[in-house]
């Protein structure tokens, strides 16, 4: 797993506004993107509520750890863009499969199909696009 800082260096005395990191498509990325996301947002001093971020990138990483078992051979990988601007946060999750988001309703009864639900009552604006490896999916705060 690549873990970046979100710190400056001496050379930048303002804080960078885009980190990118690459999380093992297993269970425990999750947790690393909310604590990213946390840290990022808290470093650039964005005014989102850290509880909405933290439960919004871990909806998209799990979904995409979920899915992304139609990639190809070879290490897994969900690729994390956090960047924050104007005052606001947009964070993308990569992964290898094609296949955009499908927003559903889930049963009463269901153990999961709710975190899309989630995104979209939650964020400002999410969707998804096509990448050369893939897809990414989206939300802003």
């Known amino acids: 797993m690549t873990v970046m800082a979100i710190r400056p260096t001496q050379e930048s005395p303002s804080p ?3 980190h990118r990191a690459q999380l093992p498509a297993d269970p425990r990325a999750a947790s690393e993107a909310r604590r990213q996301v946390r840290a990022a947002v808290r470093y650039w001093r964005l005014p989102v509520d850290l509880d909405v971020a933290a439960l919004l990138v ?4 799990t979904n995409a750890v979920t899915h992304d078992e139609r990639a190809p051979d070879g290490p897994r990988r ?3 863009a956090i960047r924050g601007s104007g005052g606001r946060l947009r964070v993308d999750v990569h992964d290898a499969s094609p296949e955009p988001p499908v927003l559903t309703g889930a049963s009463d009864c ?3 199909g709710r975190g899309l639900f989630l995104v979209d009552s939650l964020a400002d604006s999410w969707g998804s696009y096509r990448t050369a490896d893939g897809k990414a999916v989206f939300f802003i705060l």
């Open 16 to 18: 960078p506004r885009d």
């Open 58 to 61: 871990s909806e998209l990483v």
């Open 78 to 80: 969900v690729t994390l």
């Open 110 to 112: 269901a153990e999961g």
